[in-house]
């Protein structure tokens, strides 16, 4: 076992999975001889060579168009976007090509690409860097969407979004990228998509969050639980698109109280959906409404103002305590 950050972890997911498989290559602004902005492709180059590791123009939708293609042709590409918050700039090659092939085939081609992006806030970016719209690509359909909290799930998630059939889009939360260090094993891992964890289990409340909102929520709960003794379960989605519907209802029918974390803006957020999926399949269950400690409806704010932006421990330890206090 090695102790690794999620940047190690993710370099290490690539590494491996170019290795065991010659199909696949990665493409993306800066990846080959810089390593990429964060060091994340970092050795690729050297090791794969300038066939399978790309460096493209600054052309997000020529980037995505040019993987499709290659998944098209056989080749399974990981494409980075260098910022999530130009990547809107590739929407109509994933929403108008690369979700649709499956469908538009009658199932006969498929199209095995995963971009991968860093998104969020807490290392005081620039707007255009701090964004966290994962709804945005959860809501097309055909698209799946994952979002790792820590260095082993990143690992184990990428390598199986690589050898995903569909479109997956990969969202690497910035804060987490070297925020901690964590054990990962010396042998591939791979995690199911679609598929939630239990963290820890409980039976008076349900934390639900993911990505880096994930070390908040964590430290919230285990204030709550110090203080009051209360027994509360925390599930790291992991997945956005397809979500684990199964988990979180069996959680809230066990705890009847509820708390979701999401870094992105309030409203229209993955939050909304977990709401209305305890609607369909806990709603007499709950004991107390469902709350949601979320960013704000605005865009992310500069410097000195984006901790106020993010939700802090504090904002997590005090929609726990009204909701066990309803």
């Keep these: ?15 491996e999975e170019m290795a065991r498989d010659g199909s696949v290559v990665c493409l993306g602004q800066d990846i080959g001889v810089d390593g990429g902005v964060f060091r994340v492709t970092e050795g690729l180059l050297d090791k794969f060579g300038a066939e399978r590791v790309i460096d493209t123009p600054l052309a997000e939708s020529g980037i995505l168009g040019s993987a499709i293609g290659m998944a098209i042709a056989g080749l399974r590409p990981v494409a980075e976007m260098q910022f999530s918050g130009f990547s809107y700039l590739m929407l109509g090659q994933l929403e108008g ?44 359909p055909g698209v799946k969407v994952v979002i790792p909290s820590a260095p082993g799930n990143a690992r184990a998630l990428l390598a199986a979004a690589i050898r995903d059939p569909d479109p997956v889009v990969f969202m690497e939360p910035k804060r987490s990228y070297r925020a901690f260090r964590e054990e990962v094993s010396e042998e591939p891992e791979l995690m199911e998509i679609g598929k939630a964890q239990v963290v820890q289990e409980g039976g008076d409340l349900t934390v639900i969050s ?18 009051r003794g209360a027994s509360i379960e925390l599930i790291d989605l992991l997945t956005i ?19 979701i974390v999401q870094e992105a803006p309030f409203s229209l957020g993955p939050a909304s959906e977990i709401i209305a999926t305890i609607n369909d399949k806990a709603l007499l269950h709950l004991e107390a409404p469902v709350k949601r400690v979320t960013g704000y409806d605005i865009t992310v704010p500069y410097f000195s103002r984006e901790d106020m932006y993010l939700p802090s421990p504090g904002r997590v330890r005090r929609a726990i305590e009204e909701t066990l206090d309803f």
């Design 210 to 227: 993911w990505g880096a909102m994930m070390r908040p929520a964590l430290q919230a709960v285990a204030e709550v639980q110090e203080q």
């Design 1 to 15: 076992m090695s102790k690794l950050n999620m940047v190690q972890a993710i370099n290490l997911a690539l590494h």
């Design 97 to 140: 090509n690369a979700a649709r092939y499956r469908a538009r085939s009658q199932g006969r081609f498929t199209c095995p690409l995963v971009v991968r992006m860093p998104y969020g806030g807490g290392v005081r970016a620039l707007e255009h860097h701090s964004e966290s719209h994962e709804a945005t690509f959860a809501h097309v």
């Design 241 to 259: 698109s397809p979500m684990d519907g199964e988990t979180i209802a069996a959680s809230v029918k066990k705890t009847g109280r509820c708390v």
